[in-house]
């Protein structure tokens, strides 16, 4: 690889590093090409950029910025799938591909400054994503509100009914 090539994707990992609030480095050794195709098309269609980078470049494009975290980790073949927002999607994603092909492994991430070990990121699989837990919470601040709302029709409907029964009370005694 020609030095102005090696500068190249230093280049396009800083940017992609600096506009990406989490990472996720994992090792691919014995997956085919068309498993690694699959791989990155699944990531692809939830805004994940998946790439294998040599481990000099990858270094050399973390230093300065926070990612500088994970550098000592960078050791034997490695891919990095970067992405903004929250872990959960990707980390779906990759866990699911792990059941079928077993040899994917994650070997650690970043999300917003904080180093995460495999076990981590594995555990955010099984995590709600952001917009599960809006919902949720959208939910749950609605529910109060509904039952107040239904007390509150009631009330009505109750005086009528008691305004009724006097009415008639009174019709049937004169």
């Known amino acids: 690889m ?20 989490v990472a996720v480095f994992t090792r691919f050794s014995g ?18 950029e998946f790439r294998v980078v040599k481990n000099t470049l990858l270094r050399r494009a973390m230093e300065g910025g926070s ?47 904080r180093v995460l070990d495999a076990k981590a990121v594995e555990q955010a699989a099984t995590l709600p994503s952001r917009e599960e837990l809006v919902g949720k919470l959208l939910f749950l601040l609605n529910c109060p509100v509904a039952r107040l709302m239904g007390a509150l029709r009631g009330i009505p409907g109750g005086l009528v009914r008691v305004l009724a029964a006097i009415q008639r009370q009174k019709e049937q005694e004169g």
């Open 31 to 48: 997956l085919n090409v068309m498993e690694m195709n699959r791989l990155r098309n699944e990531l692809k269609k939830a805004s994940v």
């Open 2 to 21: 020609k030095r102005q090539d090696k500068q190249r994707v230093v280049d396009e990992l800083r940017e992609r590093f600096a506009g990406s609030d």
């Open 67 to 113: 990612m500088a975290l994970l550098r000592d980790r960078v050791e034997g073949p490695l891919a990095v799938a970067t992405t903004r927002g929250d872990i959960v999607a990707l980390a779906r994603i990759l866990a699911g591909f792990m059941k079928e092909h077993p040899r994917l492994e994650i070997h650690a991430g970043f999300v917003r400054g």
